[in-house]
């Protein structure tokens, strides 16, 4: 049974992976520009589109009871800002329903295909906290929330796979059989060649450096190049402290934030929030808030 203490975890790890890693993400213009937005007025680490959009999936839910895939477009819409530091071509996308035009209309006009960025998989360990009791069910609600804004195959693939793999976590389901199940859900050439490698690296004890990871399986803005990236720094960290795994990450370089966000998620989902409660983050006390709220939904009994 899952606890309190992981959902917290999740969240937190998520919105503090973003917040710490938003610094180091992107080229020197992007990384000068977060110093300058990158505080609150009070001086607290500020996080970026990847917990905005986390925080609107879970309000939604919260609010619906269900996943409206029409209010939760409303909300992204609603929620963006720049200075969160959007996708370019989720930030375009936004604007355009923000206008009016609905999302099914809006999330093909920007690519061909859809996107394919990492913007579905970096908010998609939201679903795994509420859709708890049902595996398929949250796949179908996962490629639901992902396709408002990413209808690429490779992006909800990718949103699959974290949620998935934080189902499995927060279900305290062991690597080996996490790598197993993986197996069976990866639709692509792209993710299942490169859950091989990290089945490989585990099964060899090889702890591969942060520029194998990175050239290896990617860091960049794309699912298929930030995913599994998260996915295996989350698992070489389960056992060690949550600024090794950001100071990991970071080394990686490229989306710093966001595979600190998704690998951060995982961690928490493993590890708890007890020693990361008192990293200072903005808006802390709804983000905790939100963590109860879906925790208290999926109505588990409490400890004997
Ligand atoms: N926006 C940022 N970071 C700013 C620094 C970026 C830097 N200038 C750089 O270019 O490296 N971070 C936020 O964006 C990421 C989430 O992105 P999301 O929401 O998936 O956005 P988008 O624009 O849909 O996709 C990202 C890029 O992937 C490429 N791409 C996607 N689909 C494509 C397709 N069908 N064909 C070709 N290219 C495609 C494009 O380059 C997209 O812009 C997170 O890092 C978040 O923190
Ligand atoms: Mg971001
Ligand atoms: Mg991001
Ligand atoms: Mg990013």
Not at 115 to 141: K, T, V
Request: charged letters at 20%; glycine letters at 8%; proline letters at 4%.
């Amino acid at each position: 049974m899952p606890s309190k203490d992981q959902y917290l975890g999740c969240i937190l790890g998520l919105a503090l992976g973003d917040a710490m890693g938003a610094p180091y993400e992107g080229g020197i213009l992007e990384q000068l520009i977060w110093k300058l937005i990158g505080r609150t007025k009070d001086g607290l680490p500020r996080w970026t589109d990847d917990t905005q959009m986390s925080i609107d999936i879970a309000m939604s839910l919260l609010d619906n009871g269900e996943l409206n895939q029409l209010d939760l477009s409303t909300r992204f819409a609603n929620s963006y800002k720049w200075s969160r530091g959007y996708g370019p071509g989720t930030a375009r996308l936004l604007k355009r329903i923000g206008k009016g035009e609905p999302w099914q209309k809006a999330s093909m006009a920007i690519f061909k295909n859809g996107s394919f960025g990492n913007g579905a998989a970096m908010r998609a360990s939201i679903l795994a906290l509420y859709f708890n009791d049902n595996i398929d069910r949250l796949l179908s609600e996962t490629k639901r929330s992902a396709e408002i804004t990413h209808s690429h195959p490779l992006a909800i693939e990718g949103a699959i796979l974290i949620a998935l793999t934080t189902h499995l976590i927060i279900n305290h389901v062991t690597i080996d059989d996490i790598i197993n199940t993986l197996k069976e859900h990866c639709k692509s050439k792209e993710f299942g060649t490169q859950l091989k490698i990290i089945h490989a690296w585990l099964s060899s004890n090889h702890t591969p450096s942060p520029k194998e990871i990175a050239k290896t399986l990617g860091n960049g803005m794309t699912a298929q190049s930030s995913v599994m990236s998260s996915i295996c720094i989350a698992f070489l960290h389960f056992d060690k402290s949550f600024s090794e795994l950001l100071s990991f990450a970071r080394s990686c370089k490229g989306d710093v934030d966001t595979i600190s966000a998704m690998a951060g998620t995982l961690w928490g989902a493993r590890n708890g929030a007890t020693t990361i409660y008192s990293i200072p983050i903005e808006q802390r006390q709804e983000l905790e808030q939100i963590a109860v709220n879906l925790f208290n939904q999926v109505n588990y009994p409490s400890p004997a």
